[in-house]
């Protein structure tokens, strides 16, 4: 198994600094801890983090050491996920693009396509190799 990389993240892969207002304006507030504990990440290192795993796919067991432990983002994440965070993110932007470059909002286009399986065998699909298999199929009408 490999071990987490505890080298830095390019600086890429951080939230520039021009978008990080928007984003504070979308953030829940944090839950005061009337027991204590350990102190909260940080929002803009959780939403780096995260960022990083919606971007580079990784799981988030796999994120690096320097964006913060994997469990906590992921638990910031489904936290923001369920307070609404991402929309309020995709409709701000929207709007602000709307607002700068315009959207015509009446065209809509959906795309999609419908390919056969790579390994998706013969058209008529695979034959029981075993009795039991036999004995379970639909008999022929011929």
């Known amino acids: 198994m490999r071990e987490k990389s505890d080298t830095p993240v390019d600086a890429n892969w951080r939230t520039p600094d021009a978008l990080w207002p928007y984003f504070q304006k979308?953030?829940?507030k944090p839950q005061p801890k009337p027991k204590g504990g350990r102190?909260?990440?940080?929002d803009r290192q959780a939403l780096d983090a995260i960022f990083y795993v919606l971007r580079t796919g990784c799981q988030w067991k796999a994120l690096p050491r320097s964006l913060g432990a994997g469990s906590t983002v992921h638990d910031r994440f489904q936290a923001w996920q369920?307070?609404?965070?991402?929309?309020?993110?995709w409709r701000a932007g929207l709007l602000q693009y709307d607002a700068a470059v315009g959207i015509d909002w009446e065209w809509q286009a959906m795309d999609g396509a419908m390919t056969?399986?790579?390994?998706?065998?013969?058209?008529?699909?695979?034959?029981?190799?075993?009795?039991?298999?036999?004995?379970?199929?639909?008999?022929?009408?011929?």
């Open 26 to 28: 979308v953030l829940p």
């Open 39 to 42: 102190p909260r990440m940080d």
């Open 82 to 89: 369920r307070a609404g965070v991402f929309e309020k993110l």
């Open 116 to 142: 056969k399986a790579p390994l998706g065998g013969k058209r008529n699909g695979s034959q029981p190799h075993r009795p039991r298999q036999e004995r379970d199929q639909a008999q022929s009408a011929h």
